[in-house]
């Protein structure tokens, strides 16, 4: 059947070339709709901020576009100025509600909304159990500690079984939207919003997962870029899975040897790097209990934990430290998280486990934690999609859209990110001659929110399309 939102395309003016502040010119960009947006428009459910919604038919499987539709929620915060065009945002997650989340960061956008539309949309298949308005997968999502790794083939045969067991629940309930629900297929509703606003190419901010959505858009719809932001992502445009897989770790590194050298000045732990090595190597062959919670973390759960822990900066150096000791004397409860005993090493789920490789057999799997692990020996396999991936052993649709290089031709694009985030977005970015990428010299998730400096380059290069110096910092 066909699509019964019909989608009207603008015709817009030459866009000037994108450039650095040095060859920037002295006006904006104009973006000059021929018609306007075929979307109905009226109140969003509850809003208090004058956010209008509108519902947009796509297809459940884009490869069969007169096939099933599903319903995207969008959410327009109008520009209060003369509109210029719009840009179309999405929080990661992946699931994140962009409706919710813009009505509640509404002020965040109030810069950028003078000249232009701020669009976001409800993701498909993240429906009502993550307070999202789109057509959404009646699944009970229900976060499981991580697996460990396998020890022997029948090991890795009972976690296939486990994952296969905890998917097919949720994959029997819609077998088509659960197959289509990569981030690829994210892009492509991108590009169905992008043509429902009447918009010639597409403006684009992604934060965290989203980061993805841009990528995969990018490497889809390269001619209908015009301007995109990477905040705080991760790479899904390596060559080399392996590659990237060492890269995370090696990212994850560096925040222990900040931590350590504190510790080698004003924390007054020299020691801890030693202890630190001892103590996981002695929770991998016996779990170290943590008395308040009742349980006991491996080796890889402290180094997740304290991953966690030391990203937050100078102000948790002493707290790590604290349970560090602690623990080698025997409690790990130092270690325990105010959210989930586990938190944050937690398995993925549908979005993730088509978008990232896992691993064929146990010899492959081995193989590679014993790369991460003498990569990162402070940091070992946590926080990357190596434990990520275990979640997705077994999971019953294949990858269907796994990491890719993106392609020649690009424009220049903007990267953002705080430790380890900014480098791993710079060496994205290092594909897209021209690109730039702010780099803050601190802990956190994402700068938009939470940088002035970072929202004042990020907003230039929306409305105007210049780039701050490749060298930035906020």
Same mark, same amino acid.
């Given at each position: 059947m066909p699509n019964p939102i019909p989608l009207t395309l603008a015709l817009l003016t030459s866009l000037t070339s994108i450039t650095h502040p040095q060859q920037a010119s002295t006006s904006a960009t104009q973006l000059q709709r021929a018609s306007a947006s075929a979307l109905d428009w009226a109140a969003c459910p509850g809003d208090k901020v004058g956010m209008t919604c509108a519902d947009l038919q796509v297809p459940a499987d884009w490869q069969k576009p007169d096939g099933r539709k599903i319903t995207l929620k969008l959410g327009r915060l109008k520009s209060t100025g003369a509109s210029e065009g719009s840009v179309l945002i999405a929080y990661g997650g992946p699931g994140g509600p962009g409706i919710a989340l813009t009505q509640q960061f509404a002020p965040l956008w109030a810069n950028l909304r003078k000249r232009m539309d701020v669009i976001t949309w409800d993701t498909r298949g993240y429906g009502a159990q993550f307070s999202g308005l789109s057509t959404g997968l009646a699944c009970t999502w229900t976060r499981i500690p991580l697996p460990g790794f396998p020890?022997?083939?029948?090991?890795?045969?009972?976690?296939? *079984?486990?994952?296969?067991?905890?998917?097919?629940?949720?994959?029997? =309930?819609?077998?088509?939207?659960?197959?289509?629900?990569?981030?690829?297929?994210?892009?492509? +509703?991108? +590009?169905?919003?992008?043509?429902?606003?009447?918009? #010639?190419?597409?403006?684009?901010? /992604?934060?965290?997962?989203?980061?993805?959505?841009? &990528?995969?858009?990018?490497?889809?719809?390269? /001619? =209908?870029?015009?301007?995109?932001?990477? *905040? /705080?992502?991760?790479?899904?445009s390596g060559a080399d899975w392996t590659k990237d897989v060492l890269e995370m770790a090696k990212d994850n590194e560096t925040t222990f040897a900040r931590l350590f050298t504190w510790c080698a000045g004003a924390g007054q732990c020299p020691e801890l790097p030693a202890r630190w090595r001892a103590l996981v190597a002695r929770a991998d062959r016996s779990p170290i209990p943590a008395r308040s919670a009742g349980i006991a973390?491996?080796?890889?759960?402290?180094?997740?934990?304290?991953?966690?822990?030391? &990203?937050? /900066?100078? *102000?948790?150096?002493?707290?790590?430290? +604290?349970?560090?000791? =602690?623990?080698?004397?025997?409690?790990?409860?130092?270690?325990?998280?105010?959210?989930?005993?586990?938190?944050p090493d937690q398995s993925t789920g549908v979005t993730e486990c088509v *978008?990232?490789?896992? #691993? #064929?057999?146990?010899a492959e799997l081995d193989k590679l934690i014993a790369r991460v692990r003498r990569s990162a020996p402070n940091a070992g396999t946590a926080n990357t999609l190596l434990t990520g991936t275990l979640g997705c052993i077994g999971w019953p649709v294949p990858v269907t859209n796994p990491p890719a290089p993106l392609p020649k031709g690009l424009p220049p694009m903007l990267g953002a990110g705080a430790w380890r985030e900014s480098d791993a977005v710079a060496r994205i970015l290092e594909q897209v001659p021209g690109s730039a990428t702010i780099h803050h010299d601190g802990p956190g998730h994402t700068l938009y929110p939470s940088s002035e400096c970072a929202r004042d380059h990020i907003d230039k290069y929306f409305t105007d399309r210049v780039l701050p110096a490749q060298t930035t910092k906020c």
């Open positions: 020890t022997d083939d029948a090991d890795l045969g009972r976690l296939s *079984d486990t994952n296969r067991g905890y998917a097919e629940a949720c994959r029997n =309930k819609d077998p088509e939207l659960f197959a289509n629900m990569s981030s690829a297929d994210h892009a492509k +509703d991108m +590009d169905a919003i992008r043509k429902a606003l009447g918009d #010639a190419q597409l403006n684009f901010y /992604g934060a965290s997962y989203a980061g993805i959505y841009a &990528q995969d858009y990018a490497r889809l719809f390269p /001619g =209908k870029v015009r301007t995109m932001v990477l *905040d /705080g992502t991760i790479s899904h973390y491996t080796g890889r759960d402290l180094q997740a934990l304290a991953l966690s822990a030391a &990203q937050q /900066g100078p *102000d948790a150096y002493p707290k790590v430290r +604290d349970a560090i000791r =602690k623990a080698v004397r025997g409690d790990a409860s130092g270690f325990v998280p105010a959210r989930g005993a586990r938190y *978008d990232w490789p896992r #691993a #064929a057999n146990r």
